[in-house]
């Protein structure tokens, strides 16, 4: 099984920038599987949405509201992701998830971290 360790977030002021990070671990078995990593969100009152997906082969995918601000990395040796947020805005304001998928259809979450935007 796949534990999805999350870093990062905070508060920042609108116009400001964090870098979130999420760390893999398991066994290489079902590292090795992992084919999707990205980064979802909640604000009050919505529904989790995607926020940006990177795939092993480093195809990415981004949500409209955020492209050209945030930027979507992976690091497949240290099977980690990471979310580097630029200008912030405070309609980012929101709890933030690292999401795996792998090979065999199954789905793994972080355990989520607050990223709020201060105007």
């Known amino acids: 099984q796949v534990l999805l360790v999350q870093s990062g977030g905070g508060l920042v002021q609108a116009g400001g920038s964090l870098r979130l990070s999420c760390a893999a671990t398991?066994?290489?078995?079902?590292?090795?599987?992992?084919?999707?990593m990205g980064w979802y969100r909640r604000a009050p009152g919505n529904q989790r949405e995607l926020v940006a997906s990177?795939?092993?082969?480093?195809?990415?995918n981004y949500a409209e509201s955020v492209k050209g601000r945030f930027t979507v990395s992976r690091d497949n040796r240290k099977n980690s992701v990471h979310l580097q947020m630029s200008g912030l805005k405070p309609e980012d304001t929101a709890v933030y998830y690292c999401?795996?998928?792998?090979?065999?259809?199954?789905?793994?979450w972080g355990q989520g971290t607050q990223v709020t935007v201060s105007s």
């Open positions: 999401r795996a998928h792998d090979t065999y259809g199954r789905t793994v």
């Open positions: 398991g066994s290489n078995f079902n590292l090795n599987a992992i084919e999707t």
């Open positions: 990177i795939t092993s082969s480093d195809s990415t």
